[in-house]
C-alpha cells in the first residue's frame, strides 16, 4: 500500500508541473548592466505591479553619484481571466561619474522601496576585461558526488546571457566511460543577479559511468559570438562583439564497483525502486476463456531507463498471457531523475477454480544503505468461474458391484440347464427372423447416426455463422460450445486437436479480444472450411452388408 501510494504521489507531482518560479516584488530595481565603465550610458529601470502616478518618482537621491537624464514612464493594463492587472514602469537613463564602487539608493514610490543595488563602475581600460564576463557566464553542479558503476547522476548547467548571443553553442559535459544524455528540454525564465536581469538558461544532462574509480567530468562548454551596444557620452552609440568560449567547470566523482555477491542480471542500483500491480477493474473473479488485462509499473530512481530490467512472470499451466510491448521512458522531477517501465499483458484462464498467480519480484542494489532489496507484488488468489456459455457433458459415475460368497448347492446347475434350453429357443428364434431383425437395427442406427450428425451440423453452423459477423466477441461465444460438442473431455480452447491453421484462427481471435484490437475472420472461415472438407474426406464409405 506504501509504494502505490509513493507511485501515486510521484505521478500527481510530475502532471501538476511543479517547479522553480521567479515571482516580481511589488516595486523592483534593476540596472541593464553591471559593471558599468566611466562615459557609459546604462538605464535603471523601477517597475511597480500598481497603476501609478509617473511624477511619483523622484530621482534627487541619485545625482550625487550620476548624471540623471529625463525618466520615460509606460503604464499598462491587462484583463486576463477575470482578473484586472496593471503596471507602471520608469527607464531612467545613467551615466557613472567616476569609478569604484557606487550604491544606487533605494527608492522610495507610493508607501513602497526599492532594494539598494552595488554597482561597479569602471575606467576604459578594465572595461574590455569584464565585459564578456559579466554579461555571459555558466554555473554547473551535480547530484551525487559519489555513485555506482551504473547509477545515473543528473549534471545541471545554468546559463545566464545579459546581451545578445549570436551562434551560441553548448556542448554537453563528457567523461571516459559514461553514457551521456540530455534530459527534456531547457528551461527558461528572468533573473536578477546582482540587479541586473538576464536570461537564465538550465539544462541538464544524465551521466551514467561505466567505469569504477575516482574520474573527473569535464564541464559544459559554451561558444558563440556576444554583442552589446553601448552609448558613450555625447549619446554616440557603438557596438561591442565578442567571441565566446566559456566552460562551466571540471567535477571530480568518485564512482564505486558493483559488489561482487551480485550476478550482472540483478544489478539495479537505485536510491528507492517501487513496484506496483493493477488487475483491470480491480476483479477479484475471472470467467473461463475472457480475457483480462494485468499492468505492472515499475519505478526507479536515479536510474536510466535502459537499466529498468523486465519483469518475469510465473504462471501456472492453466492461463496463457499475451503480452503487450512494454512502455519505457524517463523524467525528472524537482532534480531527481526517475525511469519507468509499464508491462501489461492480457491473461486468460483455462481452467474453473482457484488460481493462485504467484508473486512477482524485482531484485535491486540500496545505493543509499549498500544492501540488496526486493520491490515485490504479492501474490495474489483469485477465482474463475465457469463460462456460463460452454456447455458441459456429464462424466457418469459407475458404480462398483460386490458379491458375497456362500455355498452354491445344486441350483446352479439346475439354473444352467434352464439357461441352455432358453438359449436353444432364442437362437431359433432370431435364425426366423434374421433378415428382418438386421434390417431395423440398420435402420434405427442410422437414425440415431443422424440426429447426431444434425446436431453437430448445427453447432458448425452456428459458429460459421458468427465468425461471419467479423464481431470478435459474437464468434468466441459460438467458439465455446462448438468445442465442447466435439470434444466434451477436453479443457481449454488450446488443447484441441484441430489443424494447425485453425489453431492460429483461434489464437488470433484470443488475442485481438484480449487486447480490443480489429479482427479480420478470413483466417477463421478458410480454417473452419479446410477442417471440415478434410472431416469428410476421412468418413469411410458405409459397409454393406451381404
Excluded at 551514467?208 to 551596444?229: C, F, N, S
Excluded at 537505485?270 to 483491470?280: A, P
Excluded at 498467480?357 to 535491486?364: F, I
Excluded at 459477423?469 to 473431455?489: E, F, G, I, S, V
Aim: charged share 15%; hydrophobic share 40%.
Amino acid at each position: 500500500m506504501k509504494q502505490a501510494i509513493k507511485i501515486v504521489t510521484y505521478v500527481l507531482l510530475v502532471w501538476c508541473g511543479l517547479g522553480a518560479s521567479y515571482s516580481w516584488a511589488a516595486l523592483q530595481a534593476s540596472v541593464s548592466q553591471n559593471p558599468v565603465y566611466v562615459g557609459e550610458i546604462f538605464t535603471l529601470e523601477v517597475a511597480s505591479d500598481k497603476s501609478l502616478d509617473p511624477d511619483e518618482l523622484s530621482t534627487k537621491e541619485l545625482e550625487a553619484s550620476f548624471d540623471v537624464f529625463r525618466p520615460s514612464v509606460s503604464r499598462q493594463k491587462s484583463y486576463v481571466n477575470g482578473t484586472l492587472t496593471s503596471s507602471t514602469r520608469w527607464t531612467i537613463s545613467l551615466l557613472a561619474k567616476q569609478a569604484g564602487q557606487v550604491i544606487i539608493p533605494p527608492l522610495t514610490i507610493a508607501g513602497e522601496t526599492t532594494q539598494p543595488i552595488k554597482l561597479t563602475v569602471l575606467d576604459e581600460k578594465q572595461q574590455a576585461n569584464h565585459q564578456q564576463a559579466d554579461d555571459v557566464w555558466m554555473e554547473s553542479s551535480v547530484s551525487h558526488n559519489q555513485v555506482y558503476v551504473g547509477q545515473q547522476l543528473i549534471y545541471t548547467v545554468d546559463l545566464y546571457i545579459g546581451a545578445m548571443l549570436e551562434n551560441a553553442n553548448l556542448q554537453a559535459p563528457s567523461l571516459t566511460g559514461a553514457q551521456v544524455v540530455q534530459l527534456g528540454s531547457d528551461e527558461k525564465q528572468m533573473v536578477v543577479k546582482n540587479g541586473v536581469k538576464y536570461q537564465k538558461i538550465t539544462r541538464k544532462f544524465a551521466i551514467t559511468p561505466k567505469q569504477a574509480g575516482d574520474v573527473t567530468i569535464t564541464g559544459a562548454r559554451l561558444t558563440g559570438e556576444l554583442y552589446k551596444t553601448v552609448a558613450t557620452n555625447g549619446f554616440r552609440s557603438r557596438t561591442v562583439r565578442q567571441v565566446v568560449d566559456i566552460n562551466s567547470g571540471d567535477v571530480t566523482l568518485k564512482v564505486k564497483a558493483k559488489p561482487s555477491e551480485i550476478k550482472d542480471k540483478d544489478w539495479l542500483v537505485s536510491s528507492e525502486v517501487l513496484l506496483s500491480e493493477q488487475l483491470q477493474d480491480d476483479a477479484v473473479n475471472l470467467t473461463v476463456g475472457q480475457p483480462i488485462t494485468r499492468t505492472f509499473t515499475l519505478i526507479a530512481t536515479n536510474t536510466g531507463e535502459q537499466a529498468l530490467p523486465k519483469i518475469a512472470f510465473n504462471y501456472p499451466a492453466s492461463v496463457r498471457i499475451y503480452p503487450d510491448k512494454d512502455e519505457v521512458s524517463s523524467f525528472i522531477h524537482q532534480g531527481t531523475a526517475f525511469a519507468q517501465r509499464i508491462s501489461s499483458h492480457a491473461i486468460i484462464a483455462e481452467q474453473a477454480g482457484e488460481l493462485v498467480l504467484p508473486e512477482v519480484s524485482v531484485p535491486w542494489w540500496n545505493s543509499e544503505t549498500d544492501k540488496l532489496e526486493y520491490a515485490i507484488v504479492p501474490a495474489r488468489t483469485i477465482q474463475v468461474l465457469p463460462n456460463p456459455n460452454a456447455s458441459e457433458t456429464p462424466i457418469p459415475s459407475v458404480q462398483p458391484t460386490t458379491t458375497q460368497g456362500s455355498s452354491p448347492g445344486f441350483w446352479p446347475y439346475t439354473t444352467l440347464l434352464f439357461a441352455l434350453l432358453w438359449l436353444a429357443t432364442l437362437a431359433l428364434w432370431l435364425y426366423q427372423r434374421h433378415g428382418q431383425g438386421i434390417n431395423a437395427a440398420t435402420q434405427s442406427a442410422k437414425g440415431k447416426s443422424a440426429k447426431r450428425h444434425a446436431h453437430i451440423d448445427n453447432v458448425d453452423k452456428a459458429l460459421v455463422v458468427a465468425v461471419k459477423t467479423n464481431d470478435p466477441r459474437q464468434a468466441w461465444q459460438a467458439l465455446q460450445p462448438w468445442a465442447q460438442h466435439h470434444w466434451p473431455n477436453i479443457n481449454g480452447v488450446s488443447q484441441l486437436p484441430v489443424s494447425a491453421e485453425l489453431q492460429l484462427a483461434i489464437q488470433e481471435l484470443e488475442l485481438c479480444i484480449a487486447k480490443n484490437q480489429p479482427w479480420q475472420n478470413q483466417a477463421m472461415l478458410a480454417a473452419l472450411k479446410q477442417s471440415k472438407q478434410r472431416s469428410a474426406s476421412a468418413t469411410l464409405p458405409p459397409m454393406n452388408p451381404t
